[in-house]
């Protein structure tokens, strides 16, 4: 496998017909664009309102102190069920389209981002207004919702925007990354009650693994009973480099095992780039997040031009650590680069977030800039 990029998700303004077909022009097979967020449109159209309308037979609505479970859909889930289903839509249609018309772009895999349970759970309330997290019953129901939900929106995708053109041998691939921002905080005990005068006591580490390991197996099922031939791949983006505890709960056993970890290259050291090389030499497959939060607020700036790093930069922030650790480069082919991932960027900011606060030509060349290091990477890996 090549190494190659995938976009974001997370862009900046209102239009998804825009986005999407400047992502398959920009990101051809075997790079990868992605099921777009764009929450400029409000919160119904962000990461915790897209993950509510994922919820299978289960309903929200937005207060003030967030979205909060309910009996029956408030407007605000109503509006994120209609924004998501309009972005298939969307997605669906320029997709078939370009595979009537023969665009090679096509056949390009495609990456979808989702809330993943634990942070849901952290995120979402109880009709009385406290978090869902306090209560084991409902941590049970919203993960299974969840995980219900994201199956049926895969399958979905597999039918419509990833549907194998005429002369495939294979449907492309569908890459999903399952975003834990929330993760370290809920097993350390971190998180707030509503009201912020106290934190809720942290989930045992069998439950955090179980809740995770939950979606991840739905989704393994729901892969297999399609009987497509495309190879799927499930990231866990942890919003960090993953410890010795994340490897063996998500990694290493089979039951819970997710393909591999998005990791934030600019801020990892040396021991976890070791860890990094042993999950390589057991199979990983890593999403390498090379921008840094200083360079995409340098891009957001009124003199964003020449903000980005150069390509050879970006692409050194992978080869370089291999390289020094006497990894071969033909192991290269284990990563795929994109622009930003989970990690922390300020209070309740993620840096991924900072993607929808460029202009969409500063967007775009962030995502250009990074495929084309991952080509050059590529070309690195080809040469040894």
Do not use: N
Request: a negative charge; hydrophobic letters at 45%; glycine letters at 8%.
């Amino acid at each position: 496998m090549p190494v190659a990029s995938f976009a974001p998700g997370i862009l900046p303004g209102t239009d998804p017909l825009a986005w999407v077909g400047a992502l398959e022009d920009e990101l051809p097979a075997p790079h990868s664009p992605a099921v777009p967020e764009l929450p400029a449109r409000g919160h119904p159209a962000g990461l915790t309102g897209r993950a509510t309308a994922l919820l299978s037979e289960l309903h929200t609505d937005l207060t003030s102190y967030g979205w909060r479970l309910t009996s029956g859909a408030g407007a605000d889930h109503r509006r994120a069920a209609s924004l998501l289903r309009a972005d298939v839509d969307v997605l669906t249609d320029v997709r078939g389209e370009r595979a009537d018309s023969g665009t090679a772009s096509a056949t390009a895999p495609l990456t979808l981002f989702v809330l993943g349970p634990v942070s849901l759970c952290a995120r979402l309330a109880l009709p009385d207004g406290e978090k869902v997290l306090i209560d084991h019953g409902a941590r049970r129901d919203v993960t299974d919702s969840l995980a219900a939900g994201i199956a049926e929106l895969t399958a979905r995708l597999r039918r419509t925007a990833l549907a194998a053109p005429a002369d495939a041998s294979s449907a492309p691939m569908l890459r999903i990354v399952l975003l834990e921002p929330d993760y370290h905080r809920l097993r350390a005990g971190q998180i707030p009650t509503v009201s912020g005068y106290q934190s809720i006591g942290a989930l045992p580490r069998d439950e955090a693994r179980a809740l995770v390991g939950r979606v991840l197996e739905q989704l393994r099922t729901q892969a297999a009973a399609a009987e497509t031939e495309s190879t799927d791949e499930l990231l866990v983006d942890l919003g960090r480099a993953p410890e010795p505890e994340h490897v063996e709960d998500l990694f290493a056993r089979s039951e819970t095992r997710a393909d591999g970890f998005v990791l934030p290259v600019t801020g990892m050291d040396a021991h976890q780039w070791e860890r990094v090389a042993e999950l390589v030499e057991a199979g990983a497959r890593c999403g390498a997040a090379v921008l840094s939060r200083t360079e995409l607020a340098a891009a957001a700036g009124p003199s964003s031009t020449d903000a980005l790093p150069a390509v050879s930069t970006l692409a050194q922030r992978v080869r370089g650590p291999w390289q020094g650790m006497g990894m071969p480069p033909a192991s290269l082919e284990a990563f795929s680069l994109t622009t930003a991932g989970a990690q922390a960027a300020g209070p309740g900011q993620l840096l991924r977030d900072a993607m929808a606060r460029l202009s969409p030509a500063a967007a775009l060349r962030a995502m250009t800039r990074v495929r084309d290091a991952a080509e050059a990477l590529e070309d690195q890996r080809r040469q040894g």
